[in-house]
């Protein structure tokens, strides 16, 4: 594997199913190109009317079939002003300017990126903002509550106690974390369901309520606690609840990797997401062989559309990522990557989110970078469809 500099904020992608990605955290350092306001106050608001709904396992938007493409904005709630950030800042008015029609961008809103570094207190600037131009613009967005890394975020790896009662518990992190993951669910969801563009809520990216050796959190120190599924389950039953209260309408997307992960594994994926709390099911897709369904019979993108079939939930690819740069010429991972979204598609997929749009992609290296200027725009703007 070609080396990479960035760190994923939705953790390690594991090694069986697929390559270990990086993008979004660490970045080439602060590039300020917006002003900041004074932090905010928490704000109560109705929750708006969804505009993202699903029917017989397919995602509509304003009643009509929507086929969304996109793309991951690690990077869109960094300000290096207030928070600790997630890779360079975006200039978020180009961004969504720039974005075709009903595409969809799914960000990182986690705790740490609405604390200000400095005061140590809730500060919503950042956050808002993202908000705000997505509004300015019609753009969709799919706000991600939690990483199970902790990348860009508390910097905790989530373990099977965190998902038991953990995540209930008070963690303090100075700049990073003050409130419990259950309360900062309250805080988010009941702050931002107003917006007209939200098209749901994920509460964590690549959940796995596996067990590290020590502090030694990676994939091959990880073992996988038999209950795993049942405590898996029953955090998207309680964590989802919140959500289900606060703002009723609005889908909630399972932001698991979707192959042979703790928790998920073989028919652990269907007794998960048969969760009431889970509207729209995931798969992340990192496979390096081209093909648009990767992946074994037990836990491949083909067997996880089944059980999405079954349970009539739609099956999103929320990140979909292939490398290019010094390895490959950008146009022609424009071609790998429609190749492979095109089969999934045909296969019943409900949209694919590219990893990851960058404001300065790295074109002498081998990265999943996009740029302002790649390719890939355009076949987002192809592949986007409504009605």
Same mark, same amino acid.
């Given at each position: ?50 505009? +993202? ?50 595409? &969809? ?40 509550? #939690? ?167 739609? &099956? ?8 290019? #740069? ?9 071609? &790998? ?20 749009? +960058? ?16 390719? &890939? ?11």
């Amino acid at each position: 594997m070609v080396g990479v500099l960035r760190v994923r904020w939705f953790g390690p992608l594991l090694a069986a199913v697929l390559i270990a990605a990086s993008t979004g955290c660490g970045g080439n350092g602060p590039h300020h190109v917006v002003t900041t306001s004074a932090p905010q106050a928490a704000a109560s608001a109705p929750s708006a009317p969804a505009s +993202v709904t699903m029917h017989a396992g397919q995602l509509l938007l304003d009643g009509k079939p929507w086929w969304p493409a996109g793309f991951n904005g690690p990077q869109l709630t960094t300000d290096y002003a207030i928070n600790y950030g997630c890779g360079a800042e975006v200039d978020l008015d180009a961004y969504f300017r720039k974005l075709p029609p009903h595409a &969809l961008t799914r960000f990182a809103m986690f705790q740490a990126l609405a604390i200000n570094k400095n005061s140590g207190k809730l500060d919503f600037t950042a956050a808002d903002r993202v908000f705000a131009a997505a509004e300015k613009y019609g753009q969709p967005v799919l706000p991600v509550l #939690g990483a199970q890394t902790g990348d860009c975020g508390d910097e905790i790896f989530k373990q099977r106690d965190w998902y038991v009662d953990g995540w209930t518990k008070v963690n303090q992190v100075p700049g990073r974390s003050i409130m419990s993951f259950r309360d900062w669910v309250h805080t988010a969801v009941d702050r931002w369901r107003s917006s007209p563009v939200l098209v749901g809520w994920e509460l964590m990216g690549e959940p796995e309520p596996s067990v590290c050796r020590g502090s030694q959190c990676d994939l091959r120190f990880r073992t996988c606690p038999k209950d795993s599924p049942q405590v898996l389950r029953t955090f998207m039953d309680e964590a989802g609840k919140i959500v289900r209260a606060l703002d009723p309408n609005r889908l909630i997307y399972a932001g698991y990797v979707g192959g042979s992960q703790c928790g998920i594994a073989g028919d652990a994926f269907a007794y998960v997401s048969a969760s009431p709390n889970i509207d729209v099911v995931e798969y992340h897709d990192y496979d390096e062989d081209a093909v648009p369904l990767p992946g074994g019979p037990t836990h491949g993108l083909a067997r996880r559309l089944d059980q999405s079939r079954t349970l009539q939930k739609p &099956l999103l690819v929320a990140e979909i990522g292939e490398y290019a #740069g010094s390895c490959l010429p950008l146009n022609d991972r424009r071609d &790998l990557m429609d190749h492979r979204i095109s089969g999934q598609r045909a296969a019943g997929t409900a949209g694919a989110l590219i990893w990851a749009f +960058v404001p300065d992609p790295r074109l002498d290296e081998c990265t999943y970078d996009v740029g302002p200027d790649d390719p &890939l725009w355009t076949l987002v703007a192809a592949d986007t469809t409504l009605g």
